[in-house]
């Protein structure tokens, strides 16, 4: 199960009873959110936040200076074309007041992907929401954590099922071009795209 709330403004949206797993601060870099979080033990490290993110990653360089092991390697494409990621399995993530176990990560380096300058950690997002109802807080800056299994929606906004496509949270939408012409489909929510939309080649083609 996989549920999410997002609120762009203070008003709050969930029943004032509905008692919270976890609240978790976070920074915005550019159009990503940004939390910190301890893998094994270690010191707080800069990761983003991503429900496009199907599985975990750490930079190459962290995982080593942490004593992160290789357990497994997978197959993947880069920028040569085909290439083989370093995995590791089993590692205890600590987010806040939450602990995930179990943790497969990737391995790779990303010293390349920095955020206004600001080099991350690595990528969390699957594992991280899908046992929860999470509430995305845009203007306080907030991961709001709630348990699954209680959780009632009571506020003004709309409820619109979601689903898993490749452990992406996914939606049905549809998009009104500027000539009128409308488009529906499924489309992917991603928070770590930096984007407020995209669309395949081919539908663009087509449309």
Do not use: C, W
Request: proline share 4%; glycine share 12%; net charge negative.
């Amino acid at each position: 199960m996989v549920a999410m709330t997002i609120s762009l403004t203070s008003q709050i949206l969930v029943d004032p009873e509905e008692k919270p797993v976890a609240v978790i601060p976070f920074e915005m870099n550019g159009s990503h959110i940004t939390v910190e979080a301890s893998v094994n033990g270690s010191e707080k490290l800069p990761f983003t936040f991503d429900t496009g993110g199907s599985t975990g990653l750490i930079d190459h360089s962290i995982a080593e200076r942490i004593g992160m092991k290789e357990t497994s390697k997978a197959p993947g494409m880069g920028a040569g074309g085909h290439t083989e990621y370093s995995l590791s399995s089993g590692n205890t993530i600590k987010m806040g007041d939450l602990t995930f176990e179990n943790n497969t990560m990737v391995m790779m380096d990303i010293s390349h992907m920095k955020q206004f300058g600001k080099q991350i950690g690595g990528v969390l997002g699957y594992h991280q929401i899908v046992g929860y109802v999470v509430k995305i807080d845009y203007d306080t800056k907030r991961l709001i954590f709630y348990d699954k299994d209680s959780y009632e929606y009571s506020g003004s906004g709309s409820i619109i099922p979601i689903g898993l496509e490749r452990r992406i949270p996914s939606l049905d939408a549809e998009i009104e071009l500027s000539s009128g012409t409308k488009i529906s489909g499924r489309f992917l929510l991603d928070t770590g795209a930096g984007l407020y939309g995209s669309m395949n080649s081919p539908s663009v083609l087509q449309h």
